[in-house]
T-cell receptor, first 112, second 115 residues
Framework: GDSVTQMEGPVTLSEEAFLTINCTYT??????LFWYVQYPGEGLQLLLK?????DKGSNKGFEATYRKETTSFHLEKGSVQVSDSAVYFC???????????FGSGTKLNVKP | EPEVTQTPSHQVTQMGQEVILRCVPI?????FYWYRQILGQKVEFLVS????????KSEIFDDQFSVERPDGSNFTLKIRSTKLEDSAMYFC?????????????FGPGTRLTVT
């Protein structure tokens, strides 16, 4: 079946450190891949997405590349800020279906 | 910027009681969804709703659950007789249309605690 596995948190980094949050997936069809972010007290917000293999999604300094050969969509940022502290969710959606399959979320804490 | 809102933010109820979680989707959206996240576990799809009927539901969404769009603005999730294992964060979402190219916008969630 379709599923997403992402690294467990929490991840604690100092400001300006490099961030990687790993995400791998299993899909029966041709999925689109997403990263959502949830800031405290807010809803899930779309951070970036990629709809086909080798696409790179990017937004606010975050990047993720859709790797079909390794079934991965790892989230990276070169220099994190305190304001990036949030919970990050990897998700997939298979073409022609509306529902998302989410990972369990990774909490990121960035210290000044 | 339009947003999805949910009320209440936290609901505490006793086992066996009925609970209704409320959502106001973005006004021109046509597709509505409920997801839930049990603490420490994945966010799971429950149900999608379009044109006043359920378009898809998961195996979690059994007869204890129902959804309704009682008026032009609200979208509700009812749990008829709550169990301890229904304790979770419930997220509502909406999208302008179906299909993978349309973003789903999520609300902040309602934390349901069943005692």
């Amino acid at each position: 079946g379709d599923s997403v596995t992402q690294m467990e948190g929490p991840v604690t980094l100092s400001e300006e450190a490099f961030l990687t949050i790993n995400c791998t997936y299993t899909a029966t069809g041709y999925p689109s891949l997403f990263w959502y972010v949830q800031y405290p007290g807010e809803g899930l917000q779309l951070l970036l997405k990629a709809t086909k293999a080798d696409d790179k999604g990017s937004n606010k300094g975050f990047e993720a590349t859709y790797r079909k050969e390794t079934t991965s969509f790892h989230l990276e940022k070169g220099s994190v800020q305190v304001s990036d502290s949030a919970v990050y969710f990897c998700a997939l959606r298979v073409d022609n279906f509306n529902k998302f399959y989410f990972g369990s979320g990774t909490k990121l804490n960035v210290k000044p | 910027e339009p947003e999805v809102t949910q009320t209440p933010s936290h609901q505490v109820t006793q086992m066996g009681q009925e609970v209704i979680l409320r959502c106001v989707p973005i006004s021109n959206h046509l597709y509505f969804y409920w997801y839930r996240q049990i603490l420490g576990q994945k966010v799971e799809f429950l149900v999608s709703f379009y044109n006043n009927e359920i378009s898809e539901k998961s195996e979690i969404f059994d007869d204890q659950f129902s959804v309704e769009r009682p008026d032009g603005s609200n979208f509700t999730l009812k749990i008829r007789s709550t169990k301890l294992e229904d304790s979770a964060m419930y997220f509502c979402a909406s999208s302008a249309s179906g299909g993978s190219s349309y973003e789903q916008y999520f609300g902040p969630g309602t934390r349901l605690t069943v005692t």
